[in-house]
């Protein structure tokens, strides 16, 4: 065997190596983002079966917007949905709703005083809470695969594997906005 052919060889064994190990890692990232996804979706599910008994909490004790409690259960449908986008965007809607019910519990001295309103309340908090970390993980992770399939050469592999970026969660742009203009005076 000559030596230009054992290189060649060498040289087409490396590469294949290579790609093996570069549709490998793709794979990997797309099964940890699944993962990062579930961690927001138990999150999202959980805030969602929290909600019902809410509203009824909150018709018990006061005479609420009936528009803002149609919009709350209309919202919780989303949180369940199997499609990221629409669970994200349902996400947003709902944190947008409870900041409206938080700021009117407060003209309801016994609906703010109500246990069960109260810990359901701390419950939907801890939900948020877990979905912002989960959020992140989410977010660095599609982060990591985006950049992976974009970087070259490794976008040769993931063009022939037609990997798609996958899209952030990213929050609300009227979120965004009420949080650029947040002001202490207004707290």
Sequence with gaps: MSVGLIITIVVA?????????TY???KRLQ????????GID????RKANIIPNL????????KFEEDVLTKLTAARSGLVSSNKEEAMAADNQVNHIMANIRATAEAYPELGTN?????????????????????????????????????????????????????????????????????????
Aim: with cysteine; proline share 2%.
């Design 115 to 187: 246990a069960s309103f109260r810990q359901m309340m701390l419950d939907i908090r801890d939900c948020e809470d877990k979905v912002t970390y989960a959020r992140n993980r989410y977010n660095m992770t599609v982060s990591a695969y985006n950049q992976a399939i974009i970087v070259f050469p490794s976008s040769i592999v993931a063009g022939f594997a037609h990997c798609m970026p996958e899209k952030m969660f990213e929050i609300a742009a009227e979120a965004r906005e009420e949080a650029d203009n947040l002001r202490i005076s207004k707290l």
């Design 31 to 38: 099964i940890t983002i699944q993962e990062a996804w579930s």
């Design 55 to 62: 509203v009824d909490t909150i018709k018990m004790q006061m």
């Design 13 to 21: 064994v490396l590469i294949l190596f290579w790609w093996i190990s």
């Design 24 to 26: 490998n890692t793709f």
């Design 42 to 45: 138990v999150q999202l599910k």
